[in-house]
């Protein structure tokens, strides 16, 4: 069955660039959405279909999908970022909603 | 302001069943597919299901075929999820999402706060 990986942890300088990878074959043939679960909180869209971010989401939220990796990247970490950080994508030739283990990112 | 609100959860014993509710407003509900979304404790997230707008599709994960069953009902605005055959490994908190398409899956643009269910003798 189809599978995302992601690193289980980044951590980032305030300030500076995250880049958070999803990996899955052939993944550019997929939609792939972001969610942002902060501690105790439940998740929330951030980015979808690979890099359309929703109006309430900061400019500092991007995406991009290409090949067999999708990429969340967020400029300018700020401490309010970190948290946990998941990939999603639905395969329609099994009809199944896969995640990705998720990133835990820490901002220093 | 679209809004789900869970209900349900509860400590039940392995083998027992259980259902989870999810009242919703703020939005047309029959027009979006809505998901079953769970996360064991210290876990990540993990797809359970999801159910067309007029709930005429569903769509089951491997680990909850056949044990649990989604179903809506629109005129009350509320989803469902019968959860029988519980194991111990159903423990999690279960959120509830609406998802941005109608027919089949796409992204879940709004969640719950979710409701814990623990399964232990």
């Known amino acids: 069955s189809y599978a995302l990986t992601q690193a289980p942890s980044l951590s980032v300088a305030p300030g500076q660039a995250a880049r958070i990878t999803c990996g899955g074959d052939n993944l550019e043939t997929y939609s792939v959405h972001w969610y942002q679960q902060r501690p105790g909180q439940a998740p929330v869209v951030v980015i979808y279909?690979?890099?359309h971010r929703p109006s309430r989401i900061p400019e500092r939220f991007s995406g991009s999908n290409s090949g067999n990796a999708a990429t969340l990247t967020i400029s300018r970490v700020e401490a309010g970022d970190e948290a946990d950080y998941y990939c999603h994508v639905w395969d329609r030739d099994t009809n199944r909603g896969i995640f990705g283990g998720g990133t835990k990112l820490t901002v220093l | 302001e679209e809004q789900l609100l869970e209900s349900g959860g509860d400590l039940v014993q392995p083998g027992g069943s259980l259902r989870l509710s999810c009242l919703v407003s703020g939005f047309t509900f029959d027009s979006f597919c809505m998901s079953w979304v769970r996360q064991a404790p210290g876990k990540g997230l993990e797809w359970v299901s999801s159910?067309?707008?007029?709930?005429?599709?569903?769509y089951y994960g491997d680990s909850v075929k056949g044990r649990f069953t989604i179903a809506r009902d629109n005129s009350k605005n509320t989803l469902y999820l019968q959860m029988d055959s519980l194991r111990a490994d159903d423990t999690a908190v279960y959120y509830c999402?609406?998802?941005?398409?109608?027919?089949?899956?796409?992204?879940?643009?709004?969640w719950g706060q979710g409701t814990l269910v623990a399964v232990s003798s």
């Open positions: 999402a609406k998802d941005r398409a109608n027919v089949d899956p796409y992204y879940l643009d709004v």
């Open positions: 279909d690979d890099s």
């Open positions: 159910i067309s707008g007029t709930g005429s599709t569903t």
